[in-house]
């Protein structure tokens, strides 16, 4: 059975205070950028924040709502205040907190022991709700921290200037999503109960392949924004659609209602912009191939046109260092995805019946709910 651990919990803690100085950061950044005149950059930074804590609001209730289904109304009303004024992820810390300390501390279940055992219910319960934390964190890390970094960065090329606010807020950035996409895989790893526990090594190297795929490609971004502001967008506009449309292919079956599912396949869209997710659980080794193909073959091309465009600017200093560590960044990245998925990755998903790509309707609703959200979320 799922275990829910003194590591679990520490790591949850963790995760509390690195959101609250994540909040902190951004209103910092936003007011130096306010201060120094650059309110397009501080209007933007705010709205990262805004869009992205409406849409995990939206998700949060909208799961809570599922979840106390035929209860007290009066309960499901207070919490669609307190999501509301957008405080619903405290509320989620606050379940976890709660339910992380009786199954980490207080709690002795035996692995064979029914679930329905309290000891064991405790344990879901606590599995459960650090799982849907830990999807709503993924939403913001990929609507928020992720695009922050990239007007970060951009800002940093554009005046060359040593701002230590600006530093620190990239290195928050870099840290979040770090602990973001580390949390989601063992979450991931725990809704699956035949794959092998997620350890050590397995967390550095998959740490290390996103991060470093992410970082090169945000940095590219950020040099083609540097040459063209239009070029920038309509490359991440041509992006979202085909994200958006592969969900539509994938006929995904992650929320309950069509106007929630179509949000999800949204946000997909944007995450798929920055970096890859199985969001079917089937093997996807081709899509894989022709997505990092992608990444490598835009890279190197916005490289190039800055050789024969801007031959000028390839002479400063800011611009090597970049095209250095973008290089540097694709390569460890590509190799840390491969080892991780000749490895370290499970290659046979655990898919219930319940939720195979056939069921549909609302009995197929009702089993994929029971069995929880996650073995319908994106899979990595």
């Known amino acids: 059975m799922m275990k829910f651990t003194k590591q679990n919990f520490i790591f949850l803690v963790g995760g509390i205070i690195i959101y609250v100085v994540d ?78 300390c009786q199954a980490a501390f207080k709690q002795n279940s035996s692995g064979d022991a029914s679930e329905t055992d309290p000891s064991n219910f405790i344990q879901k319960q606590a599995v459960d709700v650090v799982t849907d934390i830990n999807m709503l964190r993924v939403f913001k890390t990929f609507l928020e921290t992720t695009p922050q970094l990239f007007v ?54 998959y740490l290390f392949y996103k991060l470093f795929t992410i970082t090169s490609w945000i940095l590219s971004i950020s040099l083609i ?28 079956t992650f929320c309950k209602s069509k106007r929630m599912e179509y949000l999800y396949r949204t946000v997909v869209g944007i995450i798929l912009i920055f970096t890859f997710f199985n ?10 191939y022709i997505y990092y193909a992608t990444h490598i073959v835009v890279t190197l091309s916005i490289l190039f046109v800055y050789v024969f465009w801007k031959p000028s600017i390839i002479k ?13 960044n694709l390569s460890f990245g590509i190799m840390f995805l491969v080892v991780y998925y000749s490895y370290f990755h499970p290659t046979a998903y655990f898919r219930p019946q319940a939720c195979s790509d056939e069921v549909d309707g609302e009995e197929g609703q009702k089993d994929r709910v029971e069995i929880g959200r996650f073995q319908n979320f994106i899979m990595q």
């Open 23 to 100: 909040i902190g950061a951004d209103f910092w950044v936003a007011s130096r950028y306010f201060c120094q005149g650059q309110y397009s950059w501080s209007i933007l930074i705010l709205c990262f924040r805004g869009l992205s804590s409406l849409i995990t609001q939206v998700f949060s209730y909208e799961w809570f709502k599922n979840d106390w289904e035929g209860t007290d109304t009066g309960k499901t009303k207070w919490i669609f205040l307190i999501h509301l004024l957008q405080c619903g992820i405290f509320i989620r810390y606050w379940f976890a907190l709660k339910y992380g």
């Open 225 to 252: 924004t540097l040459l063209s502001v239009r070029s920038s967008v309509i490359l991440l506009m041509l992006l979202w659609i085909s994200g958006f449309a592969w969900t539509l292919k994938q006929h995904t």
């Open 316 to 328: 400063e200093m800011h611009f090597t260092i970049v095209s250095i560590l973008t290089i540097l």
């Open 152 to 205: 970060q960065i951009y800002v940093l090329m554009e005046h060359g200037k040593n701002d230590f606010c600006q530093y620190a807020a990239i290195i928050v950035s870099f840290f979040g999503i770090s602990i973001s996409t580390i949390d989601y895989q063992i979450s991931l790893r725990k809704s699956l109960p035949d794959k092998d526990e997620f350890h050590v090594l397995s967390k550095l190297v």
């Open 279 to 288: 969001i079917k659980g089937r093997k996807t080794r081709v899509c894989i």
